[in-house]
């Protein structure tokens, strides 16, 4: 099992462009979460997704953070227009239900100059 | 809101011993899960044990053992034998049954193995 997978691993842009994450979770389980991960808040859930529909978006800062899962194969996760704090590293974890362990990805690493 | 506390910012531990690493958790549900992810330099979260609320035996995987005290809300983690690439950063989480799904992570706790 190839396991969760994220790219790019490394996106460096400038503020006000758009950035799209993506993720790819594991075959057959059924929920996928986004998170973010910085020095000052630790790791926050942004959103997560059950059988392709999301069902707590509470975590997305701002309407600036958009994300989407049209199939069970693939997630993404855009910011637009991104700023200077969305610095972080993103992580994509899915699970097979909700009460089960949640398997990460290797995380994308995003700095916005 | 539910918490999850790590009182230990950063320990260290001589290798071939044995160290603990602190937690404690905030719910008033009956219904819960504890995990012990460790986060190595590479940044892959990688599960390290995981503890049902309603089992009263307390988890084991290898050299990682919990002290899952649930009167106390207390769920230690136990690094038994210690190897240089259990180097990393630690982080207990918490899984609510009425949560959905939203994992609690504590801050985190570094650790150091000394050769």
């Known amino acids: 099992d190839a396991g969760v997978i994220q790219s790019p691993r490394h996106e460096v842009t400038e503020m006000g462009q758009e950035v799209t994450l993506r993720c790819k979770p594991i075959s057959g389980h059924n929920s996928l979460f986004w998170y973010r991960q910085t020095m000052m808040r630790g790791l926050e859930l942004l959103i997560y997704f059950n059988n392709n529909v999301p069902i707590d978006d509470s975590g997305m800062p701002e309407d600036r953070f958009s994300a989407k899962m049209p199939n069970a194969s693939f997630s993404t996760l855009k910011i637009q227009p991104s700023e200077p704090r969305d610095s972080a590293v993103y992580f994509c974890?899915?699970?097979?239900?909700?009460?089960?362990?949640?398997?990460f990805g290797p995380g994308t690493r995003l700095t916005v100059l | 809101a539910q918490t999850v506390t790590q009182s230990q910012p950063e320990m260290s531990v001589q290798e071939a011993e044995t160290v603990t690493l602190s937690c404690t958790y905030d719910?008033?549900?009956?219904?819960?899960?504890l995990f012990w992810y460790k986060q190595p330099p590479s940044r892959q979260m990688i599960l390290v044990i995981r503890?049902?609320?309603?089992?009263?035996q307390n988890a084991t995987e290898n050299r990682f053992s919990v002290n899952f005290q649930k009167a106390a809300k207390s769920f230690s983690l136990k690094i038994s034998d210690s190897q240089l690439g259990d180097a990393a950063m630690y982080f207990c989480a918490s899984l609510y049954g009425g949560s959905q799904g939203n994992l609690i992570f504590g801050k985190g706790t570094k650790l150091s193995v000394k050769p």
């Open positions: 719910t008033s549900e009956s219904d819960y899960y």
């Open positions: 503890q049902e609320a309603y089992k009263q």
């Open positions: 974890a899915s699970s097979l239900g909700y009460y089960n362990e949640q398997f």
